[in-house]
């Protein structure tokens, strides 16, 4: 399928509290757009008021998908049942495999100033909903950057940019996850595997997807093909580029479990009352 991938949805986040009391902006896990397979939930969080997220996300379970944190602003302090423990600080990235089960908490870790970041969740196939819980925490230096002589600058995340591949590996999805910025007046071109989902979510500037242009705050949902073309035309843009393998499975969903069954839901709440949730 060679040809360029256009946007197909233009998805407006809507505010939704979450955790505790935590004010942020969502893009998939709504009505409009319930599930983008294989991605389950967008979250963008940011507000220089600290009312807006300092109750953050008490301790809470998850199984059967990953969480990935990533940190534009703040700090970030999570612990888990497992023992982890650490601080996401402003351009930390944290892809979490929750697997058969984890308990943790994510709370600011300063309750002033600027607290900005996403959050995505990614599910996982019916084969892996129950392997063991994984961490890769990617300190903000440690992301690798491709910095190009037109002002085009890209932390690789997850993926491969004209051969600086990301920072995380070994994900089912075999995702992209790129955070993109663009001065105005440039292009920039990044290859998807075609059939793979993909979305942009602009959060800053504005910037041509295809034919396409999307303005901040906007996720846009990217029909197939083996590419994704961008140009900034007027004004320079800032934007996550995503994709990952769509797993094609049945999704029963409550809260923070995704499973594929009701039953496998069902046993999961057993599993918290009986105290055997987490996997050791
Ligand atoms: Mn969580």
Redesign the pocket.
């Known amino acids: 399928m060679a040809q360029a991938r256009s946007v197909v949805r233009i998805i407006d986040p809507i505010p939704v509290m979450e955790g505790a009391g935590v004010l942020l902006k969502r893009s998939i896990a709504t009505r409009t757009l319930d599930y983008l397979d294989p991605f389950l939930l967008f979250d963008h969080f940011g507000s220089d008021d600290p009312a807006d997220y300092r109750a953050g ?1 008490p301790m ?1 379970p ?1 199984r059967g998908i990953e ?1 990935v944190t990533y940190l534009l602003a703040g700090l970030v302090q999570h612990r888990d049942t497992l023992g982890n423990a650490g601080t996401l600080g402003a351009g930390d990235m944290q892809w979490m495999t929750a697997g058969g089960g984890i308990m ?1 908490e ?1 709370m600011p870790g300063a309750v002033e100033g600027k607290m900005e970041g996403f959050q995505l969740w990614v599910n996982l196939p019916a084969k892996l909903k129950m392997t063991q819980p994984r961490y890769q925490d990617v300190a903000a230096k440690n992301i690798p950057v491709l910095q190009r002589a037109d002002g085009v600058h890209v932390r690789v995340i997850a993926g491969m940019v004209d051969g600086v591949r990301g920072a995380v590996t070994e994900i089912y999805a075999d995702p992209v996850y790129l955070d993109v910025t663009m001065p105005a007046h440039a292009t920039f071109e990044q290859a998807i595997a075609p059939g793979h989902t993909a979305l942009v979510y602009v959060f800053e500037g504005e910037g041509d997807f295809g034919d396409t242009r999307l303005a901040n705050p906007k996720l846009g949902v990217l029909g197939d093909g083996d590419r994704v073309r961008v140009m900034t035309p007027a004004r320079p843009v800032r934007f996550l580029l995503i994709s990952g393998k769509p797993l094609g499975e049945p999704i029963a969903r409550y809260g ?1 479990f995704v499973m594929n069954t009701r039953a496998e839901i069902e046993q999961a709440l057993r599993d918290l009352q009986n105290g055997t949730f987490v996997q050791k």
Do not use: A
Request: proline residues 14%; without cysteine.
């Open positions: 996300f809470h998850h969480t943790h994510e923070p």
